[in-house]
């Protein structure tokens, strides 16, 4: 079992490689991205087949934080996602993941009233309309993250690049990147939804709410993800935490949004059947939105700083699973 001290020691070779992999991003992968997918998936497929899941999933852990995860007494927050990919199969976790079916989920649980105005749902690039589609739109496939394509205006819409990078993430099954089994047996397709704007032609911050077995405790807000990403995060009362998990914190405070009490009832209400989830939000022009629903926030491999919060977020998180396994035993 690792020690307080000892999770901290190694969050200094953990955050030189974040630093190291953060440059190449913004330098080099750009780039290389769509052929590097490939050759991941291929590699990915190659040592699953090989090594097991179990294996692959450990294996990623020690890269990332420097120390094997104890998954017979997780303790830390990432530890406990990464038993949860080995060990929970709830097919509901499968149609939440899913951008598509995750509309009637929605629907069924706070209502309607909650989800972006979907433009079209098609199987192919080239079932797209786009002559039809009306600016602001964005396209995105369903079954991964990445591979959004945005259309702020028909005159500097790149169609053909537009479909290539569509028919590129429709051929990638997202469960090779990090295990994440949710997305393993999900249909690819694509999805078109209006874009949701702020004051000023912003495209609006994301609410993303951590909820710890139905319980929307900790919320991260995302700013300027396409170009100077930061992110603050906040507790259940708007108190500003002090944490980072792999972005650096805004130099202003954010305001607490306008429909705060509302967006932590629908953050609840999504989250109830899960020991954890994080329910992504807009709250826009006095509504509310769901954007998506993600259960191992950057595949379960970016610790939060200080480490601390690793531990302190990690026991809020009650694994049903695996009292359910110590009683038995």
């Not at 079954?143 to 028909?154: P, R």
């Not at 919320?219 to 993800?225: F, G, K, L, S, T």
């Given at each position: 079992m690792r020690t307080n001290e000892s999770i901290e020691q190694l969050?200094?070779?953990s955050r030189l490689r974040r630093g190291t992999e953060l440059l190449i991003?913004?330098?080099?992968?750009p780039y290389i991205k769509l052929p590097y997918h490939r050759l991941l998936i291929w590699r990915m497929k190659r040592r699953i087949s090989?090594?097991?899941?179990?294996?692959?999933?450990?294996?990623?852990?020690?890269?990332?934080?420097?120390?094997?995860?104890d998954l017979d007494r997780p303790r830390t927050f990432n530890?406990?996602?990464?038993?949860?990919?080995?060990?929970?199969?709830?097919p509901l976790m499968t149609l939440c993941a899913d951008k598509f079916a995750l509309r009637d989920y929605v629907k069924g649980r706070v209502g309607e009233k909650y989800l972006i105005p979907l433009l079209g749902v098609y199987e192919r690039p080239e079932d797209i309309p786009f002559d039809?589609?009306?600016?602001?739109?964005?396209?995105?496939?369903?079954?991964?993250?990445?591979?959004?394509?945005?259309?702020?205006?028909?005159?500097?819409?790149?169609?053909?690049r537009a479909i290539r990078i569509l028919r590129h993430h429709l051929k990638i099954n997202a469960y090779y990147y990090d295990c994440e089994w949710p997305y393993r047996d999900i249909a690819p397709r694509i999805v078109c939804e209006r874009i949701l704007f702020e004051e000023g032609s912003?495209?609006?911050?994301?609410?993303?709410?951590?909820?710890?077995?139905?319980?929307?405790?900790?919320?991260?807000?995302?700013?300027?993800?396409?170009?100077?990403?930061?992110?603050?995060?906040?507790?259940?009362?708007?108190?500003f935490v002090p944490v980072v998990q792999g972005y650096p914190n805004t130099k202003v405070d954010i305001p607490r949004p306008e429909r705060f009490e509302e967006m932590k009832q629908v953050a609840r209400a999504l989250s109830q059947p899960f020991d954890f989830a994080r329910i992504d939000l807009y709250s826009i022009h006095g509504k509310v939105y769901v954007g998506e629903i993600t259960f191992f926030p950057g595949g379960g491999s970016i610790p939060f700083?200080?480490?601390?919060?690793?531990?302190?977020?990690?026991?809020?998180?009650?694994?049903?699973?695996?009292s359910a396994k110590k009683t038995a035993t």
């Open positions: 969050g200094l070779l991003r913004r330098t080099i992968y090989r090594l097991g899941e179990k294996a692959v999933v450990v294996g990623h852990f020690v890269k990332r934080f420097g120390y094997a995860p530890e406990k996602l990464a038993w949860i990919k080995l060990n929970v199969r709830d039809d589609l009306l600016a602001p739109f964005v396209l995105k496939v369903n079954h991964a993250s990445g591979g959004n394509v945005f259309c702020l205006d028909k005159h500097s819409f790149n169609q053909k912003r495209l609006a911050r994301d609410f993303k709410c951590l909820c710890f077995n139905g319980e929307p405790l900790v919320i991260e807000v995302d700013v300027d993800r396409y170009g100077e990403h930061r992110e603050n995060y906040y507790d259940e009362n708007w108190k700083e200080p480490e601390e919060y690793e531990l302190e977020y990690g026991e809020r998180i009650h694994l049903a699973g695996l």
